[in-house]
């Protein structure tokens, strides 16, 4: 069956630019879940949503990090007026169960590339 | 930041060979999970073993839980090269379930 899908795989961005990074899970999975992936480090959670719910967006690292799931499946996170700090592999990944009680599935990322 | 540490950083052995991975964590946890990640690509789910429990195997891997150590252990028996990989481990805490939080990995290269 299909997989947790990312696009775009690659995108490369000038200091400033909006970017808006796409995840579509595994169909019916209630979790969704985004980490930020820097090389060589394991990833770090940047938030959660339970179906259109975002329930925790603590590891957002600033505002001009937004993301959304309107209707509980396809999620979008947009990085406004990007640095290059923000430059890094996106992951994203679904779960069948609430929270992190259970396996997450993740796609194979975008990285992100700002110069 | 990472709630957990690996040991150690990165593993070469040959073909045939076991393979030990630890990891330690600071917090209580309502379970841990490992994951591997080829290179370039996302992470799979290889084990989650819950607070309550000590040990689990799925084939050729097994996994221990320390809670008293705060500590756990992934062994990957008769290694093979297609094992190559980075593996992490993962904490759900047991406060907050909503996210995991990874360790910093450990690099395995195995050696045909």
């Known amino acids: 069956g299909a997989g947790v899908s990312q696009s775009p795989r690659y995108k490369v961005a000038k200091r400033g630019q909006d970017v808006a990074l796409r995840c579509d899970p595994i169909?019916?999975?209630?979790?969704l879940f985004w980490y930020q992936q820097a090389l060589g480090q394991g990833p770090e959670f940047l938030t959660y949503?339970?179906?259109?719910?975002?329930?925790?967006k603590s590891g957002l690292p600033s505002d001009r990090f937004f993301a959304e799931r309107p209707e509980g499946s396809v999620s979008t996170l947009k990085i406004q007026r990007t640095q290059q700090e923000d430059s890094a592999v996106y992951l994203c990944?679904?779960?069948?169960?609430?929270?992190?009680?259970?396996?997450?599935?993740f796609g194979p990322g975008t990285r992100l590339t700002v110069t | 930041s990472q709630q957990g540490e690996e040991d150690p950083q990165a593993l070469s052995i040959q073909e045939g060979e076991n393979a030990t991975m630890n990891c330690s964590y600071k917090?209580?946890?309502?379970?841990l999970q490992w994951y591997r990640q080829n290179s370039g690509r996302g992470l799979v789910h290889l084990i989650l073993i819950r607070s309550n429990e000590r040990e689990k195997h799925s084939g050729r891997l097994r996994v221990t839980l320390d809670t008293s150590k705060k500590s756990s252990s992934l062994l990957i028996t008769a290694s093979r090269a297609a094992d190559t990989a980075s593996y992490f481990c993962?904490?759900?805490?047991?406060?907050?379930?909503?996210?995991?939080?990874f360790g910093t990995g450990t690099r395995l290269q195995v050696f045909p």
């Open positions: 169909s019916g999975h209630v979790s």
């Open positions: 993962a904490t759900a805490l047991s406060y907050n379930t909503d996210k995991l939080i």
């Open positions: 949503f339970q179906n259109e719910a975002q329930l925790d």
């Open positions: 917090t209580s946890i309502n379970n």
């Open positions: 990944a679904s779960s069948s169960s609430p929270g992190g009680d259970y396996e997450q599935y």
